[in-house]
């Protein structure tokens, strides 16, 4: 019985996370509907790019290849493409929002927030700092960044929101 609770409540808590997750993904879309923006075709394309790299590292760990993706679903590369575009665009309207709140709101990211997102990456990969290190380059400076400000900004949204329940 207590398993069976501590599964649920696991569960629940999961649930919970899911459900606050796509409720900041909702508020930050609204923000940045606001936005007068409008991306590239370099933009859109090297987004595109980004997300096919991740989903071609998600089908090899199942040990697959894009091809036969293509061929079980009887679609191509070009139209996986295409359909990712939508998703790729919002993406950067919604980094837009971000960087473009933090000058408004004059939100930093300190020396102290960001080392403590490169201690929880560290934790999470079973690492020490000393380990991560040789992993730390540009993009991985520019991506901590990007992960704290967009804390900050989902922290001010989820605060000045209001939610109606309909």
Avoid at 82 to 98: F, S, V
Avoid at 100 to 128: F, H, S, Y
Wanted: glycine content about 2%; hydrophobic content about 40%.
């Amino acid at each position: 019985a207590q398993m069976q609770q501590r599964m649920k409540e696991s569960m629940q808590a999961y649930t919970d996370e899911r459900a606050e997750m796509d409720l900041q993904d909702r508020l930050l879309s609204k923000a940045a509907e606001t936005l007068e923006y409008t991306c590239s075709d370099e933009e859109v394309e090297a987004a595109v790019n980004e997300q096919m790299k991740s989903f071609e590292a998600q089908l090899s760990r199942q040990g697959l290849s894009v091809e036969m993706y293509c061929s079980f679903m009887n679609t191509t590369v070009e139209a996986l493409r295409a359909d990712a575009e939508p998703t790729a665009k919002a993406m950067l309207r919604n980094q837009a929002a971000i960087f473009e709140i933090c000058k408004l709101e004059d939100l930093e990211a300190t020396q102290e927030e960001i080392g403590e997102a490169v201690a929880v990456i560290a934790r999470q990969n079973r690492m020490t700092l000393e380990q991560l290190k040789p992993y730390m380059d540009e993009a991985f400076e520019a991506s901590i960044l990007a992960h704290v400000l967009t804390s900050k900004v989902m922290k001010l949204i989820r605060d000045s929101a209001v939610i109606t329940v309909q």
